[in-house]
Every structure is written in structure tokens, then in C-alpha cells.
């Protein structure tokens, strides 16, 4: 009972709504940790001593939380988290920060995430009701896991959102397939150097280039075959080795001609090398620049019977020589010539999903069409992109990994980018091998790894949960005796793929000031350490799956924070391990001026005369006297830039005869002609004194001689 004497003692005492709000908010507090209230009616003439069973209140207590609430409103503090980021909330928290909950989602949306949650620490009671009291104020800092859960219109400049708008394009695989093609108008960099070549299926103009590429890499690849054959298969151990050199010895001798597929290659690829210099252009027509539709179709079906088949063929030491110097030749123009393997496989992509979802590998032409011909929604809206598969990474003790590589956006314009200095490793479950094009070998995201078992054939020293980090990673170069090349050649390459994919989509992302973003940018390396940029993700996944991403994931939040609040209020707080990589200069934005063009102009200052005219209809009353006609006199004639304007600008003249003279006026006098002139911002109308029946008079050629006196004109 003295409980409940406290709590009335203290409301009775309150007399401000404020107060009483704070009661309401206490209620409110108890519903929603599972305490339902218990009503009672008093007797008549008796105070109510309980209306709701809520907990001890500490007079001071409130009054403290209502007094760091007015301080956090005014200073801006308040914020809102949306996802499974508890690093963030307890990271905002911990700079006083006070956040404005949102409703617990039901059971089915919040499973997916069930995973990814941290149990979160008790919440003392100060703080909760500090969160509830700042429910209906502005919330000035946004961190959502959706780009689209905050209208970015909608917010005032001062809110901060960790999203940009219209971002994808380079955060899907068709956005970055189509403006990394721009990037020769912003760098002199070359995308293939970086990004496999990618191609839309369902763009009409893209298909065919397809095609050809696909071809042209069949007799590469077939060179690569005739070379490789004769000086042996690759080690074993690589995961490189081609199933092709271990099946042909079972197989019996096809009826492939050796000398016609090596000639046919040599022809396609010295006709790409002549486009590639222009020369193609002085080829007469009458000589065959390509292989035939036939021809192709009987070249990609012996392709596939030798090299996927691995049927046996004659001896091919005579042209080991010619296809060798072939390929040093392609590979001075084309950067990608290493990575294309002899298996010419292609990936295909959902061009808007995530998580690996979708993505198959092929090595089949018609199989790689198929499967975007047969959907014609897809086909339409040009959702599938194919992309080269890089057939000879590098392995760790022959199993396939990818990067995981941070970097953060602060600015678009001047564009600001940050790279992050710590990066992870996700391996796949099986060895590395082109014997087979399953998922489980070829594709390194956690979200499907983690649902296989690793195999027992792999390698000992691929850990467990298929996860290194960095510093893991480097230790084993180490071993190798390529430490040096992850600063001198991984690092600076990865932080300009990042750069120039920014660069050719700056101007298609919405800027906002007090705007960010943190992506995920996933790697794949060469054999020469040499990364390959395979796409850029959207709010990369901050699951806490493994040791390795625990530890990093965490620590990435942490240090965005530090990015965009600490070092914004202290330009010397530290940015953890996040690097500044590039800051453009500020560009300004012309002004719009929307479709319709304005000139503008000023008019000439003192009237100009034109030229004297000739008139060739002379009066009746001086037809038969012959006398001597005055000289005309001297007229200032036009400036040369406006006759040149009227004899190009002047529009058709209309004329306007007056009607006739009354018969008392003199018969000398001629009736005056209106002609209109349209010039160019000078000339508005001329009255020319010539007779009724005069012909045409060509305003800008001069007469030498006149044959009576010209009035002057008004302009």
C-alpha cells in the first residue's frame, strides 16, 4: 500500500500537462512489456488509489528523463534504426543519441532476420522512457537496411539517411553492365582491364554482339587448346586442368579437320585484330570478311566435340607456332585474353537480385540463349545479363574464394569516396574444378555456402566456416612469397575499380546532402593477384555468421560512425580504418532551362539607310524627254554582317499596294508600295516609293546607277 501512496502522492502533486504525459507514457511502458492493467472502480467519495499496476516511479528518475529529452530534441540527437544493427544502436547510444522506436514486426517479416540479431542488453529504465517521450519528434539520423523505407524528398536538411537515392545504377548488375561502357568520357581507363565483359540478353543490339563475342572466343580459346595440348596440361592441384586433355585418350578419333579449324580461327582472329586498326575498311566487298552462318555452326560443333568433349585429334605440333603468335598478338589488345580459359564459359545473372540467387553458369551457346528466350518478361524488360566467367582465378590450396571489399560514400558532389582497409575471404564447399558448373564450386556467397557441407576431398587449411580475413589471407601470400603484391598490386587496383565505377554513375544518382552509403564490392582475383570487379551491393549483409565477419562487421559500423558523425564535428577524430581515397572538385550544376530556347537581343542604336534603288519604271510625263538625270545621293549602305544576315535570313516580303491617287494629285507622284521585312533584330519595316507594277526589287544588290531620286528611308 505504500507503494501505490507513493504514486498518488506524486500525480496529485503534478499539475502540468507535461507531468501528465509522463503518466501516460508510464502506462504505456507497462502494456508494452506484457502487464496488463488492472482497473478497479473506488468506492463513492473515496480516492483512486490504483488504476493501473505499474512499477515504482522515482520522482527524480522522471524529471531527469524528461530533462535529457528536451536536451536531445534541442541538440538533434534523435534517431531511428531499421534492421538488424545493434552495433549501430549501441553505437549511437553510446554519443548520446536517443532512439525513436518503431513497432515490432510481426513474427513472418522478422523471421528472415532472426538470425542476424543480437540479443540486446536490458534496457534501463531511464532510457526507456527517454525513447518513449521523443516518439513524435523529428528524427534527425536514418539507418535503414531498405533504400526506399525513407522518402528522401520528404526529409528536412538537416536529417542525415544512409541511403542515396536512384543508386542503382551500379548497384545492379545491369546498371554496372551499361555505364561502365561510358567510363572512357570521365577516365582513360579501360573497364575490360577490371570488369568482365558483360552483355544485356534482352537488348536487341547487345544480343548480336553477343554472339560474336561468344564465337571469337571459341577460336581463342581453341588456339589456347592447340598450344596448351602440345606443351602438356596444366599442374595438377590448380583446379585449372581442362576435362577435355584427361577424356581424350578414352575417345575414339573424330572426323574433325585439324587444319580447317586452326585456319578458320586464325582468319576470325586476324579479322578482329584489322577491325581493331581500321584496315578492314579498304577490303574490297567482294572479299569474305567473316566465316559463314554454315561455317560457324560446323567450327563451334567441332569446338565443342575437341575441347568439351576432348575428342582425339592429329598431331598439331606443325601450327603450334602460328596459333602461339596469334594469341601474343590478341593479347596486346585485349586484357581479358588470360581469364577466358579454354572452356569459353559464361555466367548468366538475374540483372536485380542478391544473395546468389538465380545465377547459373554455361558453356553451351544455345544453352546461354535458351534460357533468356524462353522468358519473355525477362526479355523485355532486360533483366539478364551474361557475363564472361573467370575460368582461371587464383585458388587457395586449390578451393575458389571471392572478396568481400567495403568502401563508403559520404558525397556525390564533389564525389568523396572512402575505402575501408580490412576485407574478408568467403571460400566455396567443394574444390576448385570445369568438370562441373554447380553452384557449389563456382559460387562463393555465404548465403549458399552455408547450406552445404564442405567436402572431404578439399584442402585441410580452408577452414571450417569457409571464412579468412585480410591479415589470414596475407599470411598465406606470405608463405608464397607474394606478401608485397597485396599492397603493390590487389589494394591500388581494388580503390580504382571502386572509383571509376562511381565516376560513370555520378551524375545518375540523386545527390543529398547529409547522405551516405556504405557498399559491399565483391572481388575475384587472377593468378597474378590482378582483381576483377564482379558487382557492387547495396547494403551489404552485417550478419555476424562467422568469427571472421563478427569481428569485422561489427567493426565497419562502428567506423562509418566515426566517418560521418566524429569527424563532421571534429575534422582530427579518427576514422578507424576507413582510408580517403578520392575527393573530386566541386562541380557546379548548370541551370535547366527546359525545352524551349531563349535569344536574346539588344537593338541597334542609330537607323541605317540601305543601299539606293534602281526603279525601271519611269512616269508617263518623262517617257518622252530625254534629260539628263541628277546623281543620286550618297547613301550610307548596311554594314557587310547585316547584308549578309538579310540575304540569308530575309523571309518573303509582303507587299501592300496602296489604292490609287486621286486625279487632282500630280502625275509625278508615285504611289508608295508597304514592304515588310523580317530581319534579324534590326530592320523591322521599309516603305519603299516605287510604282504599283514594279517588279521584285533584290533589296541587297546595288544598282550603279540611278535614274532619279530615292526618298530616304525610315526604319
Not at 554482339?209 to 571469337?216: K, L, N
Not at 544453352?367 to 533483366?383: A, N
Not at 519603299?688 to 526604319?715: D, F, G, H, Y
Request: hydrophobic share 35%; glycine share 4%.
Amino acid at each position: 500500500m505504500q507503494m501505490w501512496g507513493n504514486l498518488v502522492k506524486y500525480i496529485l502533486t503534478v499539475d502540468s500537462a507535461k507531468d501528465r504525459k509522463v503518466t501516460a507514457v508510464v502506462q504505456h511502458c507497462n502494456r508494452h512489456e506484457g502487464k496488463s492493467p488492472q482497473t478497479s472502480t473506488p468506492p463513492e467519495g473515496k480516492v483512486c488509489r490504483s488504476f493501473v499496476c505499474v512499477p515504482v516511479l522515482n520522482p527524480g528518475r522522471l524529471r531527469k528523463a524528461r530533462a535529457l529529452t528536451e536536451e536531445v530534441v534541442r541538440m538533434h540527437k534523435v534517431f531511428a534504426v531499421q534492421g538488424p544493427y545493434p552495433v549501430v544502436r549501441a553505437a549511437l547510444k553510446a554519443r548520446g543519441w536517443v532512439e525513436q522506436r518503431a513497432p515490432r514486426p510481426d513474427h513472418t517479416a522478422h523471421r528472415r532476420h532472426s538470425d542476424n540479431l543480437e540479443k540486446e542488453p536490458n534496457r534501463d529504465g531511464l532510457y526507456d522512457l527517454m525513447c518513449r517521450l521523443v516518439q513524435n519528434e523529428t528524427v534527425y539520423f536514418h539507418w535503414t537496411n531498405r533504400r526506399d523505407a525513407v522518402n528522401t524528398n520528404s526529409l528536412q536538411k538537416g536529417q542525415m539517411t544512409n541511403h542515396f537515392a536512384k543508386a542503382g545504377s551500379f548497384t545492379t548488375k545491369v546498371g554496372l553492365c551499361v555505364n561502365l561502357r561510358n567510363l572512357h568520357w570521365f577516365d582513360s581507363a579501360d573497364p575490360d582491364t577490371f570488369f568482365p565483359r558483360c552483355y544485356r540478353l534482352g537488348a536487341k543490339d547487345e544480343k548480336p554482339a553477343f554472339i560474336e563475342d561468344y564465337r571469337r572466343t571459341a577460336c581463342t580459346s581453341f588456339l589456347k587448346y592447340i598450344v596448351e595440348r602440345e606443351q602438356g596440361a596444366p599442374g595438377e592441384g590448380t583446379g585449372h586442368n581442362s576435362p577435355s586433355v584427361r577424356k581424350r585418350s578414352k575417345l575414339q578419333p573424330s572426323p574433325v579437320v585439324l587444319s580447317q579449324m586452326i585456319n578458320s580461327a586464325l582468319k576470325v582472329c586476324h579479322q578482329f585484330l584489322e577491325s581493331l586498326e581500321h584496315r578492314d575498311i579498304d577490303v574490297h566487298l567482294e572479299t569474305p570478311q567473316t566465316l559463314t552462318e554454315p561455317e560457324w555452326a560446323q567450327f563451334i560443333s567441332d569446338y565443342y566435340l575437341v575441347v568439351h568433349k576432348g575428342a582425339e585429334i592429329e598431331s598439331s605440333e606443325n601450327f603450334v607456332s602460328c596459333c602461339k603468335a596469334m594469341l601474343q598478338r590478341v593479347a596486346q589488345v585485349s586484357p581479358q585474353l588470360d581469364i577466358d580459359g579454354i572452356q569459353n564459359i559464361w555466367i548468366i545473372k538475374p540483372g536485380a537480385m542478391s544473395r546468389g540467387r538465380g545465377i547459373k553458369c554455361a558453356r553451351h551457346l544455345d544453352q546461354i540463349l535458351s534460357l533468356v528466350d524462353g522468358d519473355p518478361t525477362l526479355r523485355k524488360e532486360d533483366k539478364w545479363v551474361v557475363q564472361k566467367y573467370l575460368e582461371r582465378p587464383l585458388l587457395v590450396h586449390g578451393t575458389k574464394f571471392d572478396v568481400r571489399q567495403w568502401f563508403l560514400v559520404t558525397v556525390l558532389n564533389p564525389l568523396t569516396v572512402w575505402f575501408y582497409t580490412k576485407c574478408y575471404l568467403r571460400f566455396s564447399t567443394q574444390p576448385y574444378s570445369l568438370d562441373t558448373l554447380d553452384s557449389s564450386v563456382h559460387l562463393c556467397n555465404n548465403s549458399i555456402q552455408k547450406h552445404l557441407t564442405p567436402s572431404q576431398q578439399r584442402h585441410p587449411g580452408v577452414p571450417a566456416d569457409n571464412m579468412w580475413s585480410d591479415d589470414q589471407f596475407r599470411t598465406y601470400l606470405s608463405s608464397q612469397g607474394r606478401e608485397a603484391q597485396w599492397q603493390t598490386v590487389a589494394v591500388p587496383a581494388m580503390k580504382k575499380a571502386v572509383i571509376h565505377a562511381l565516376q560513370t554513375t555520378q551524375d545518375l544518382v540523386e545527390s543529398r546532402k547529409n547522405t551516405f552509403e556504405l557498399y559491399g564490392a565483391d572481388f575475384m582475383f587472377g593468378h597474378d593477384l590482378k582483381p576483377w570487379l564482379i558487382e557492387i551491393n547495396a547494403s551489404p549483409t552485417m550478419a555476424h555468421s562467422t568469427p571472421v565477419t563478427a569481428r569485422l562487421c561489427a567493426a565497419v559500423q562502428e567506423d562509418t560512425l566515426r566517418v560521418v558523425l566524429d569527424q563532421r564535428a571534429d575534422r582530427n577524430a579518427s576514422t578507424g580504418d576507413f582510408q580517403l581515397i578520392y575527393r573530386q572538385e566541386a562541380v557546379d550544376v548548370p541551370q535547366y532551362v527546359g525545352v524551349n530556347l531563349l535569344v536574346e537581343g539588344n537593338n541597334v542604336g542609330h537607323p541605317c539607310s540601305l543601299p539606293p534603288l534602281h526603279s525601271s519604271v519611269r512616269s508617263a510625263a518623262k517617257c518622252s524627254i530625254k534629260e539628263k538625270e541628277p546623281r543620286a545621293e550618297k547613301v550610307k549602305t548596311l554594314p557587310k554582317m547585316l547584308l549578309k544576315g538579310a540575304q540569308t535570313q530575309l523571309k518573303p516580303i509582303s507587299r501592300e499596294v496602296a489604292p490609287p491617287l486621286p486625279p487632282d494629285l500630280p502625275q509625278t507622284a508615285n504611289p508608295v508600295e508597304t514592304v515588310s521585312l523580317h530581319l534579324p533584330m534590326i530592320v523591322t519595316a521599309i516603305h519603299l516609293p516605287i510604282s504599283a507594277k514594279s517588279p521584285p526589287v533584290l533589296l541587297w544588290k546595288r544598282q550603279p546607277k540611278v535614274s532619279e531620286k530615292v526618298q530616304p528611308l525610315r526604319i
